[in-house]
């Protein structure tokens, strides 16, 4: 079944008939876990770096931050059974406006946050495409671990 | 026909909204306009007036305690919420078309104009300014010009998405290149068509390029940044991306920095999302 995923979402599954999708990543991260072994996949929508700008929403909607998002979503793969050596992690996302001035960083700090996050955690990212002023989708095949990128009607495999 | 001229027979044939939303539209920002006849307006439209109950009576909108009637809403609410929730369904009902050539599916672009309507409102409370009045109608309707001019970009995207990639241009320069005119300006015709004030309309045509704008600066840069910040959240964004250029001055007149877009953003995204589920059930419940 396809299962979309929004913005401040997340979704982590072990029904080998999910796909999980998600839309119109621009300056947002989008992040795929997979663990081949427990065949546990999730996916992650997250639009801001850090919770400090609001700690009351971080509460109710933790995967709007990379900060909290990412954490809340390892955590999910752990109790399903997925393990953090086996985890295969693709990154999307973290796109920017002709923005010469660099005020709207916002995708370049999603990145950021996400790198050193997952560089702390002792998790490499397997494969990503981020940057550039394109919009993405993103999908997760739970069956395969295939992971998709869609843009511009193009699509492929990450 | 010159290609300018085809646009602008399309523009034309575009359809009017009825008469009776323009009224109600003048009625809801005339501060002298007399309230019995602004609420039989809404009365005599039975869809408009569910819509607003539901609205009134919504997280997002609602006061505590349940609205049961139009007058109600308009003593519990106010009448600039009132014109809010009117133009969000007018909107709604002009906007859910796929527009072909920017790539937007069935209801992309009414998704982006609530996400910049609401995304100005939270840019003008994250810098503890107060947004001039028609700030939210000028934003929900900034991008309405890619409802006309979607199908002949679609004939010449080929050639847009070439140059954009050897010149590096942003998206609205290439609809001038290519085709003589930009959405924005495209926009701006129709709503003058419609008789919206002079001040919206320019809003609408510069929010792309508001250093050219004439009439309330502070209004076009407050709409051209929530638009960016939407464009760049991924918010109803289609083929053209993230290809436009965000104003350094409009930036530095609204004295906008990180914190202001990432506030601004954070408080938007679940009224954006609560909107979007209010009118999904009022679809549902037909």
Redesign the interface.
């Known amino acids: 079944m396809k299962r979309t995923v929004?913005?401040?979402e997340m979704i982590v599954s072990t029904n080998l008939d999910d796909v999980l999708i998600t839309?119109?990543?621009?300056?947002?991260i989008g992040v795929t876990v997979y663990d081949p072994e427990a065949m546990v996949g999730g996916l992650i929508h997250c639009?801001?770096?850090?919770s400090k700008?609001?700690t009351e929403?971080a509460r109710k909607?933790p995967c709007?931050f990379v900060d909290t998002g990412m954490p809340a979503l390892l955590q999910e793969m752990f109790k399903k059974g997925a393990e953090r050596r086996r985890l295969i992690t693709k990154v999307a996302g973290g796109?920017?406006?002709?923005?010469?001035?660099k005020?709207?960083?916002?995708?370049e700090?999603n990145y950021a946050v996400l790198r050193k996050l997952l560089w702390k955690n002792n998790i490499l990212i397997d494969a990503e495409h981020v940057g550039g002023?394109?919009?993405r989708t993103m999908s997760l095949e739970l069956a395969t671990g295939r992971t998709t990128i869609k843009s511009?009607?193009r699509e492929w495999e990450l | 026909m010159t290609r300018r001229q085809e646009i602008l027979k399309a523009i034309d044939d575009f359809r009017a909204p009825s008469t009776s939303t323009v009224q109600l539209m003048n009625l809801l920002r005339d501060p002298e306009a007399d309230t019995d006849k602004t609420v039989q307006q809404i009365q005599y439209q039975p869809d408009l007036t569910a819509q607003l109950l539901r609205f009134a009576n919504s997280a997002a909108y609602g006061v505590a305690g349940s609205i049961r009637s139009v007058r109600e809403a308009f003593v519990r609410l106010g009448t600039a919420k009132i014109l809010e929730i009117v133009t969000m369904a007018f909107a709604h009902s002009k906007m859910q078309a796929v527009v072909e050539g920017y790539g937007l599916g069935r209801g992309d672009l009414w998704d982006h104009s609530i996400a910049v309507g609401i995304t100005a409102e939270e840019i003008a409370r994250a810098l503890k300014i107060q947004a001039p009045d028609v700030t939210f109608t000028a934003a929900i309707l900034h991008d309405i010009g890619k409802a006309v001019l979607g199908s002949f970009v679609a004939e010449k995207i080929a050639q847009i998405e070439k140059r954009l990639l050897e010149v590096g241009g942003a998206f609205d320069d290439e609809e001038r290149e290519s085709l003589g005119i930009d959405h924005a300006e495209v926009g701006a015709i129709i709503l003058t068509k419609w008789e919206l004030p002079a001040e919206l309309v320019d809003t609408v045509r510069c929010h792309h390029r508001p250093g050219d704008g004439k009439i309330d600066q502070l209004m076009t840069d407050i709409v051209h940044v929530a638009d960016a910040l939407c464009l760049s959240g991924g918010f109803g964004t289609g083929r053209d991306g993230l290809r436009y250029r965000p104003s350094k001055s409009a930036l530095l007149r609204l004295k906008i920095n990180i914190h202001v877009l990432e506030l601004a953003a954070c408080e938007a995204a679940p009224r954006i999302a609560e909107v979007r589920t209010l009118f999904a059930d009022a679809k549902k419940g037909r």
Do not use: H, N, T, V
């Open positions: 929004g913005i401040s839309y119109s990543l621009g300056s947002c639009m801001l770096p850090l700008i609001d929403k909607m709007m796109s920017e406006l002709m923005d010469e001035k005020i709207f960083k916002i995708g700090r002023q394109i919009s511009k009607g």
